[in-house]
């Protein structure tokens, strides 16, 4: 008796009595010989279930998602109302050819001035080659993707050597990539470049399909079941710009972790600290960018995957709104918090790629109506656009984090863009994020079940890690009606955050609640499962992903030890220009500041 818990309906929720709840998780860190032997437990009959039940208790699961009466109906996939056109923007044509798309974000941005960026040793502080400058490189003849290619080439190979396996890219094929790079190159002595992407190397997370790799989502057996014949949409979009390929970045299997951690294939390594997790589940490919090999890459973010290890590495990640971007040809097609988004090392190369691969598939444009994609025009005084705007911030959300490092640098980022800019911050209360969480779990959850169900029954289940078999452990545990009241609490806190949208444009927080880990060396054999620093990795991740919100993290500055902390902007739907700009102006005032990773190498000049 007295269990069943009663939510008001969200119209007449008294925001004034919202209390912060801290996230208390109840789970073991288990690594190695404890961590089989547990797993082995959970996967028996009878006994298994008990125990995942027994911690799903623990951590309030049915409380939550069980014996909580909910009065909304359920949302399904993220609903959102019209949305208000967004100020100072270039619009872009989703059914146009995506090199006009590209053009029109290159006139968007501010002038090239290849003076300030290739007389080199004017400013003492670190900065990585953009996409203009490989663009005006390869036309003034400084470089070739030839020989840019060479560079890259030797650089992997030099990191398939290491020991133990650390590789950036899982499937790679040198004398492709020489194919394609001498391709570009003859389109540049013909003076006919498909676009400034021309000539530009990215690497394609390993859930996306791009030909002629397989597409394993780092499992060491997808490629049995599921055969690539041709490029993903955002893929083949990006190939018609005249991108080069590198290959297939590595990332935590399946996407179901946020360490990047790897028993099949090796563990890749953060360039800014080599004994450090990069952050998941894109590992590879904020990696490589952040390592300079590659100038972008794209990733899948259902759970804070493009944006957790861009925030961990140092760079810059999209989340685009769901829906904005076409799945078609992803191993997460199916899902309702998942998209592709890009990684680059800077805003403007963020938006060059993201206006080539956006463009909804044709049945997401019936369903969600998307607004019309545009990007910001940087080329033009944007001081009146910025000046504009309100930030929201929770602060006790925003301070809930590991080391105040990170909030304290990402308040620091706030004030001085309010200074520079005038943008004005305004409090605000996000409720029921725990509610939040379990049903981002169970959806993402439950939809990764189903995917994988087939195979899983088929005998592949026991050939995924020990990680991903947790997962699935949990992931089985979930009823039917688990997942439909997992919907209902979508439509509750969908409204929370357009009620928000009403008084803010954007919601600030920093983007993980947590530096890079160390990496345990007794998880690099059989993986690890660590709640807590999962718990502190996803703590502002979620609401863009159950309720499929724009959200982007900017770098704004380091720990005290040297480890990269990003700043998010969450959105309003389809208001990716809106948090572009504000990214841009954000990076603009930490531009003097960047550190060179340890792990860097200079491609362009070899
Ligand atoms: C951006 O704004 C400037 C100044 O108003 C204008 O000249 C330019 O054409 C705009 N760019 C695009 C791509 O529309």
Redesign the pocket.
């Known amino acids: 008796m007295g269990k069943k818990r009663v939510m008001v309906p969200v119209q007449e929720v008294d925001m004034s009595a919202v209390k912060y709840q801290q996230e208390d998780i109840q789970a073991p860190h288990l690594t190695g010989f404890v961590f089989k032997l547990f797993v082995w437990i959970i996967e028996t009959p009878l006994i298994g279930p008990l125990i995942v039940s027994f911690l799903k208790k623990q951590n309030k699961f049915d409380e939550l998602m069980q014996n909580t009466d909910i009065p909304e109906a359920p949302m399904f996939r993220p609903e959102f109302p019209p949305q208000e056109p967004e100020p100072g923007v270039?619009m872009l044509d989703e059914e146009g050819k995506p090199e006009e798309r590209v053009e029109?974000a290159l006139?968007?941005l501010p002038q090239y001035d290849p003076a300030s960026c290739w007389n080199g040793d004017s400013s003492p502080s670190f900065r990585y080659w953009k996409i203009r400058d490989y663009a005006y490189a390869y036309r003034s003849g400084h470089a070739t993707p030839t020989t840019v290619a060479g560079h890259i080439i030797s650089v992997i190979k030099e990191f398939s050597s290491k020991k133990p396996a650390q590789p950036l890219l899982i499937s790679f094929d040198a004398e492709e990539v020489r194919k394609q790079a001498a391709a570009s190159t003859r389109r540049f002595e013909e003076g006919c470049p498909l676009s400034i992407l021309d000539g530009i190397f990215v690497a394609i997370k390993d859930d996306i399909d791009c030909y002629p790799h397989a597409s394993k989502g780092a499992t060491t057996w997808m490629h049995e079941v599921r055969s690539v014949r041709k490029d993903a949409v955002c893929v083949s979009r990006l190939r018609s710009c005249g991108v080069i390929f590198v290959g297939k970045a590595n990332m935590h299997e399946l996407g179901l972790g946020t360490t990047g951690n790897n028993p099949n294939y090796g563990t890749t390594r953060n360039p800014h600290a080599p004994e450090r997790y990069t952050g998941g589940s894109s590992s590879g490919p904020a990696a490589i960018v952040a390592s300079g090999i590659c100038s972008a890459a794209l990733g899948t973010d259902g759970g804070g995957s493009v944006r957790i290890p861009s925030s961990l590495c140092g760079v810059v990640g999209l989340k685009t709104t769901y829906g904005r971007t076409d799945m078609g040809g992803s191993l997460c097609g199916s899902g309702t918090v998942e998209i592709i988004g890009p990684i680059a090392s800077s805003v403007e190369d963020v938006m060059l790629v993201y206006s080539a691969i956006l463009g909804s598939s044709l049945a997401d444009r019936i369903s969600l109506k998307p607004g019309p994609p545009c990007v910001p025009?940087l080329?033009?005084?944007n001081s009146n656009t910025l000046g504009s705007m309100r930030l929201g911030k929770y602060t006790e959300w925003f301070n809930d984090v590991y080391s105040t490092d990170i909030s304290e640098k990402c308040e620091d980022a706030l004030n001085l863009l309010s200074k520079t800019h005038g943008c004005e911050m305004v409090e605000i209360v996000v409720p029921e994020l725990e509610e939040m969480r379990s049903a981002h779990l169970v959806s993402i959850g439950s939809e990764t079940q189903c995917s994988l169900n087939p195979d899983c029954e088929d005998g592949k289940g026991s050939r995924l890690t020990y990680d991903t078999r947790t997962s699935m452990a949990l992931f089985r545990s979930f009823s039917a009606a688990n997942y439909v009241a997992a919907q209902c609490l979508r439509r509750r806190i969908m409204y929370y955050h357009m009620e928000i949208f009403k008084k803010v444009d954007v919601i600030v927080t920093p983007t993980t609640g947590m530096t890079a880990p160390k990496i345990p060396s007794s998880a690099l054999k059989d993986g690890e499962t660590d709640m807590h620093v999962t718990g502190y990795l996803m703590r502002f991740i979620l609401a863009a992903n159950l309720l499929g919100l724009p959200a982007i993290t900017v770098p704004v500055g380091y720990d005290k030890q040297g480890l990269p902390i990003g700043l998010q902007l969450i959105g309003r739907p389809w208001a990716e220009a809106s948090i572009l700009r504000l990214a841009s102006a954000i990076e603009e005032l930490f531009a003097e500041s960047k550190k060179r990773p340890v792990s860097y190498f200079d491609v362009l000049n070899g």
Do not use: E
């Open positions: 270039v029109l006139k968007s025009n080329s033009c005084d």
